[in-house]
């Protein structure tokens, strides 16, 4: 299973990105997804997620509530991650994470990471 990441890159404060997360291989479902990022000197934390359970029922860090927007499309195994209103606190390097089941085992995965840079 290999997780890819894209669509990340520098922009203005107040602009906004797109990130991407595609899952490969012999995958037999996907659930929950999530977005993580990592600041120069500061621990991974969590700042999104998405739980497909009929519905798709999403959580976020209170730092980007009401600016990034969680999605996903089960067909594509993707996920996206919306960013509007970026600030230089939103630099970092963004990584998706997700729960996988193979035909053989059950575990989390993670992409390589995107670099998301906002100047002031």
């Known amino acids: 299973v290999q997780l890819v990441e894209s669509g990340g890159g520098l922009v203005q404060t107040g602009g906004s990105l797109r990130l991407s997360c595609t899952a490969s291989?012999?995958?037999?479902?996907?659930?929950?997804m999530g977005w993580y990022r990592q600041a120069p000197g500061k621990q991974r934390e969590l700042v999104a997620t998405i739980t497909g359970t009929g519905f798709d029922y999403t959580t976020y860090a209170d730092s980007v509530k009401g600016r990034f927007t969680i999605s996903r499309d089960t067909a594509k195994n993707t996920e996206y991650l919306q960013m509007d209103s970026l600030t230089p606190e939103d630099t970092g390097v963004y990584y998706c994470?997700?729960?996988?089941?193979?035909?053989?085992?059950?575990?989390?995965?993670w992409g390589q990471g995107t670099q998301v840079t906002v100047s002031s």
């Open positions: 994470w997700a729960w996988v089941s193979t035909t053989q085992s059950h575990g989390n995965y």
């Open positions: 291989g012999n995958i037999r479902s996907i659930n929950p």
